[in-house]
């Protein structure tokens, strides 16, 4: 007994110097990677801010990396203020790549018969030093009757301008620098030197009730929001956007390319960084640290490995993260396989596997079978709807008596097709735009092409008159005998849609009011093809008035329904189409109560005549009425 207490003691003090080892390593691996900030013994703020190395509080005092680093901290200021060097650039804030200083603002303030009561410049001068004006500021002018200039030096010589102008406070928008009341424009990158004037056009008379004081500043643009005429009338308008809007620098180490500082002895960039040139223009290079690490790249012992598995937030491990130089490594416990992503396979256990994958497959089945059957029973409920209208369709629009007539006719109508809507649909490619031939007050007409290679034309109506449904019917029997080589044939029709679709031959070479006035001529309309077409439309109408097995008033005759084919051969067209679509009878139509007869088309006949002889309109509003 009194052995095993003996042992049982050792074990405890063995346990507790192994707990002190280890928490006296892990302090000390804290104390390696805590992040070094300035050299041995050098200042590391100044007042609120903190100053990292390359940069050095004191002047002289071989804390930064060169003079032109070299901060100069005033304690005669609560809390103290930095400066840039010697100088009297107040310091806001230092970055990786940014310095952030006070701005200076040039200005100029009026009384109200224009005298100038206030007056100053703003310059800032940066040369022989590693800064330059960063391309996120822009030059700000603010004023109503203002020109501001901002200029550079020989070593980057440039002049730019910017001009606001607005005659009362109301017309000011609020957040725009567009050139009313405000505005903007920019600076050559890697510029060092600049120099900004105003002037004015009427010394402000006009507009100094709301407007005494104009203003240019180059500062960060997202620092800065243009109040509108709040701004142009505040008496606070410089100290507040001195305060709020920095002027931003860029800096850079020395002035060669990392090709070449690499070569020489007072290469900056430490261990576990890279380096990067500038773009200013004027050479010079940064450090930054490598993927994975951080701290202070200017500094030794330079960047420090970032242990990602002492925060979860910081890797993609579900259970077990090891840490690795630069990176780190997911895996999972004994029992378990996977790869340990959180956006991977994670960690499944080896006796669930089987069953995991079968559940994942039946869910997945599942689901699919489940969707394959709303998109079949969807399919299937449109499909069937689609058939109900299309029948429903052909019974309003009289297909059952197109059919009777035609099985009742007398040696038959071969020629009649009642199309489908179908049909119809591919011929057209769904009545698309670039298939549309003509549209006129009764519908529009579609070129068609049907499977057999046929070209045809399909007129669809705007509207049908259920009463007018039997004339309709008679009149498609009676036009589909029509059969003469100068009238457009009636090849069928489609029933299935809201609104009957007749069906024609299609003629290619337009309308004949077409080639009459087109401008500058058609060389082929001679008199002598003039006479042929005028012939064969009045033969055509001849045939319609006394050759057909019904007689057919045509009812709309002119030269635009008159169509010429591929061989100029002429196609009297419309002789019931107008009629049907408008439900007036071919046989018995009357136009403002007055009895349509084939007077009426020997008339209309006269006028196209009138119109081939002369080549003029009929209708003409650039004519005298005589």
């Known amino acids: 007994m009194q052995r095993n207490i003996q042992l049982l003691v050792l074990w405890f003090c063995l346990c507790g110097l192994a707990l002190t080892l280890a928490t006296a390593a892990d302090n000390t691996t804290t104390i390696t990677k805590a992040t070094t900030i300035a050299k041995p013994g050098c200042q590391t703020r100044c007042g609120n801010l903190t100053v990292p190395y390359p940069f050095g509080i004191g002047p002289g005092s071989n804390c930064s990396i060169g003079e032109g680093f070299d901060i100069t901290c005033n304690t005669s200021f609560y809390p103290p203020k930095p400066f840039i060097g010697k100088g009297n650039i107040e310091i806001y804030d230092i970055s990786d790549t940014q310095v952030r200083v006070h701005n200076v603002m040039a200005k100029k303030c009026y009384n109200?018969?224009?005298?100038?009561?206030?007056?100053?410049?703003?310059?800032?001068?940066?040369?022989?030093?590693?800064?330059?004006?960063?391309?996120?500021?822009?030059?700000?002018?603010?004023g109503c009757d203002d020109l501001a200039l901002i200029s550079g030096s020989e070593q980057r010589n440039f002049s730019c301008g910017c001009a606001s102008v607005c005659s009362k406070a109301r017309d000011v928008p609020n957040g725009s620098c567009s050139g009313i009341g405000c505005c903007q424009t920019s600076l050559p990158k890697g510029s060092q030197y600049f120099v900004a004037s105003l002037s004015s056009w009427q010394n402000h008379r006009d507009v100094w009730s709301f407007n005494p004081c104009s203003?240019?500043?180059?500062?960060?643009?997202?620092?800065?929001?243009?109040?509108?005429?709040?701004?142009?009338s505040d008496p606070d308008f410089m100290n507040r956007t001195k305060a709020k809007v920095p002027l931003v620098l860029d800096w850079v180490i020395g002035n060669q390319s990392c090709f070449v500082a690499q070569k020489s002895n007072d290469f900056a960039c430490e261990s576990n960084s890279y380096c990067v040139d500038s773009d200013s223009g004027y050479g010079g290079y940064r450090c930054s640290c490598n993927k994975g690490y951080e701290g202070?790249?200017?500094?030794?012992?330079?960047?420090?490995?970032?242990?990602?598995?002492?925060?979860?937030?910081?890797?993609?491990?579900?259970?077990?993260?090891?840490?690795?130089?630069?990176?780190?490594?997911?895996?999972?416990?004994?029992?378990?396989?996977?790869d340990g992503q959180k956006s991977g396979r994670g960690c499944i256990a080896k006796n669930s596997q089987f069953p995991v994958i079968k559940f994942s497959l039946g869910m997945g089945f599942g689901f699919l079978s489940i969707l394959?059957?709303?998109?079949?029973?969807?399919?299937?409920?449109?499909?069937?709807?689609?058939?109900?209208?299309?029948?429903?369709?052909?019974?309003?629009?009289?297909?059952?008596?197109?059919?009777?007539?035609?099985?009742?006719?007398?040696?038959?109508?071969?020629?009649t097709k009642i199309f489908t809507a179908e049909e119809l649909e591919k011929a057209t490619n769904n009545y698309a735009e670039d298939r549309i031939i003509g549209r006129g007050g009764n519908g529009t007409v579609y070129k068609g092409i049907l499977p057999d290679k046929r070209v045809i034309a399909i007129k669809k109506s705007r509207i049908m008159d259920e009463s007018q449904i039997e004339?309709?019917?008679?009149?498609?029997?009676?036009?589909?005998?029509?059969?003469?080589?100068?009238?457009?044939?009636?090849?069928?029709?489609?029933?299935?849609?809201?609104?009957?679709?007749?069906?024609?031959?299609?003629?290619?070479?337009?309308?004949?009011?077409?080639h009459i006035h087109s401008r500058g001529g058609i060389s082929w309309l001679s008199w002598e093809n003039r006479l042929r077409i005028a012939a064969e439309s009045a033969g055509a109408l001849a045939y319609?008035?006394?050759?057909?097995?019904?007689?057919?008033?045509?009812?709309?005759?002119?030269?635009?329904?008159?169509?010429?084919?591929?061989?100029?051969?002429?196609?009297?067209?419309?002789?019931?189409?107008?009629?049907?679509?408008?439900?007036?009878?071919?046989?018995?139509?009357?136009v403002f109560g007055s009895r349509l007869t084939d007077k009426s088309d020997v008339y209309s006949f006269?006028?196209?005549?009138a119109e081939l002889l002369t080549g003029k309109k009929p209708l003409c509003l650039e004519r005298t009425q005589e």
Request: hydrophobic share 35%.
């Open 544 to 590: 319609l008035h006394s050759a057909a097995s019904k007689p057919i008033i045509h009812r709309d005759v002119k030269s635009a329904n008159i169509l010429l084919d591929e061989r100029y051969t002429t196609k009297i067209s419309d002789f019931g189409a107008s009629s049907i679509g408008e439900h007036i009878s071919l046989r018995d139509a009357r």
């Open 215 to 232: 203003y240019a500043f180059l500062g960060e643009r997202d620092s800065f929001t243009f109040r509108g005429a709040s701004d142009l």
């Open 112 to 142: 109200q018969t224009g005298g100038l009561v206030d007056y100053n410049t703003a310059s800032t001068d940066l040369n022989t030093s590693p800064y330059s004006f960063s391309e996120v500021n822009t030059f700000t002018v603010i």
């Open 372 to 415: 394959i059957g709303i998109t079949w029973l969807y399919f299937s409920i449109t499909r069937r709807k689609l058939i109900r209208n299309r029948e429903k369709f052909f019974q309003q629009n009289g297909g059952l008596l197109l059919k009777q007539q035609i099985s009742s006719n007398e040696g038959g109508v071969e020629s």
């Open 606 to 609: 006269g006028v196209v005549l």
């Open 471 to 514: 004339p309709f019917i008679n009149e498609m029997v009676i036009l589909t005998q029509v059969n003469h080589r100068n009238v457009v044939k009636l090849m069928g029709c489609c029933l299935e849609s809201e609104v009957p679709l007749l069906v024609y031959e299609f003629v290619s070479n337009g309308t004949l009011s077409h």
């Open 296 to 338: 202070n790249p200017y500094i030794s012992p330079g960047c420090q490995d970032i242990n990602e598995c002492v925060n979860p937030d910081n890797n993609t491990c579900v259970v077990i993260c090891i840490n690795t130089a630069g990176s780190y490594n997911c895996s999972c416990p004994h029992g378990y396989f996977g």
